[in-house]
């Protein structure tokens, strides 16, 4: 098994599944709620749309959480959307706990921040397309922005953010209103806000750079 898109119930995975395949190279990708072959397979995309509290629950009902933790310690993993939060230690969304893999907080857009300088408001959800911009302060630039300009535009759509404790997490960053984290990443993890499936040729450019990343 190549690449394992893990499905516990939560969104559409039809669009993950096909922008994976595109760029699968002919690899197998397969959508799966089977802990059994979240193991065997060689890497793992964990997508998610909804509410914190409602995919945390699924994942634990299906149990499916092990399979995840133990995916993210040793396999090329992929976080998208719910999939970057639920790695976190908490989110407000529920008052809810993550699977604490990376440390911090799920938070909510403050209403009070959500206006632009000429005093414009912004709404809640963040959705559409936004600059992302690599974090550069690392050694060198993480491979899966490889052939992706910074300040390129992704697609969002989400009510809440993660703000990492630990400041070498943060990837990417986007700004709506304030400054958060787009992308997170250590190790063989990566995790998006944004949905690279939803994201033209530079979300697909993405997807294909995890296919092929050996971290």
Known sequence: MDIAIIDYGMGNLRSVFQAVSHVAEGREVVVTS????????????FPGQGAMPDCMAELEARGLREAVVEAARKKPFLGICIGLQMLFSHSEEGDVPGLDI??????????????????ARLKVPHMGWNQVWQQRDHKSPHPLWQGIADGARFYFVHSYYVRPTDAALERGRCDYGLPFTAAAGRENLFAVQFHPEKSARDGLRLLQNFIVWKP
Not at 34 to 45: I, Y
């Open 102 to 119: 990376f440390p911090g907080q799920v938070r909510r857009f403050p209403a009070e921040k959500m206006a632009l300088p000429d005093g």
């Open 34 to 45: 089977d802990p059994a072959v979240v193991a065997k397979a060689g890497r793992v995309v």
